[in-house]
Nanobody, 115 residues
């Protein structure tokens, strides 16, 4: 049974930093592309960053230069380091693992950025 469990969210002041972590189990972790999504209140879920099985990364424009996505294929974890946080980064952040078109989602972790 595939499980993704996010952690590391919390309340931070604008300009601060957070590192989110997603722990995976029940899957062949190395094969999966791993994504971070977020959903702000009243808005749809949007892609933040992605890292493929070979380690290639991509970022949405609204976080480019402020975030780093990384993966640990030994500990089966994916991370999202976020710097220079803004109030508009406030959202629930979700981890997604996808392979051959089949996605799995975590339950999310709340990030709140105060101004």
């Amino acid at each position: 049974q595939v499980q993704l469990v996010e952690s590391g969210g919390g309340l931070v002041q604008a300009g601060g930093s957070l590192t989110l972590s997603c722990a995976a189990s029940g899957m062949n972790f190395r094969l999966y592309t791993l994504d971070w999504y977020r959903q702000a209140p009243g808005k749809g879920r949007e892609l933040v960053a992605s890292i493929t099985s070979d380690g290639s990364t991509s970022y949405s424009d609204f976080v480019k230069g402020r975030c780093t996505v990384s993966r640990d294929n030994v500990r089966w974890r994916v991370y999202l380091r976020m710097n220079s946080l803004k109030p508009e980064d406030t959202a629930v952040y979700y981890c997604r693992a996808i392979y051959r078109g089949l996605p799995y989602w975590g339950r999310g972790t709340q990030v709140t950025v105060s101004s």
